[in-house]
């Protein structure tokens, strides 16, 4: 099983990025895929989540900037990102919780099995 992160990079304030989640060895559509975030310093903070079920979720702070969507064709999961901030510069990452996770456990880290590498996300001025 590997999750591969893909699509960071540096972008201007206000600009916008869209981040992959491609998988390896499994389906996604079987799971919930969540996106978390770590700036240096800092603890993996929740970002977002699509259950296996295509409802979502998103962290309070990022609700309206953030969609998540996924693509069973493809075996993927998206993070489309817009008006980037300073504040949303980090590593993100995709990990993947069984599909049956009740949500409650799906906004911490600790109710993800798998992970992928991550992908570095820089903001400018």
């Known amino acids: 099983v590997q999750l591969q992160a893909s699509g960071g990079g540096l972008v201007q304030a206000g600009g916008s990025l869209r981040l992959s989640c491609a998988a390896s060895?499994?389906?996604?559509?079987?799971?919930?895929v969540g996106w978390f975030r770590q700036a240096p310093g800092k603890e993996r903070e929740f970002v977002s989540v699509?259950?296996?079920?295509?409802?979502?979720a998103y962290a309070t702070s990022l609700k309206g900037r953030f969609t998540i969507s996924r693509d069973n064709a493809k075996n993927a999961v998206y993070l489309q990102m817009n008006n980037l901030r300073f504040e949303d510069a980090a590593v993100y990452y995709c990990?993947?919780?069984?599909?049956?996770?009740?949500?409650?456990?799906?906004?911490?880290?600790?109710?993800?099995?798998?992970w992928g590498q991550g992908t570095l996300v820089t903001v400018s001025s």
């Open positions: 990990g993947t919780a069984p599909g049956s996770s009740i949500i409650s456990t799906l906004w911490s880290a600790t109710g993800y099995s798998a």
């Open positions: 060895g499994l389906l996604l559509g079987d799971y919930a």
């Open positions: 699509i259950r296996r079920g295509g409802t979502a």
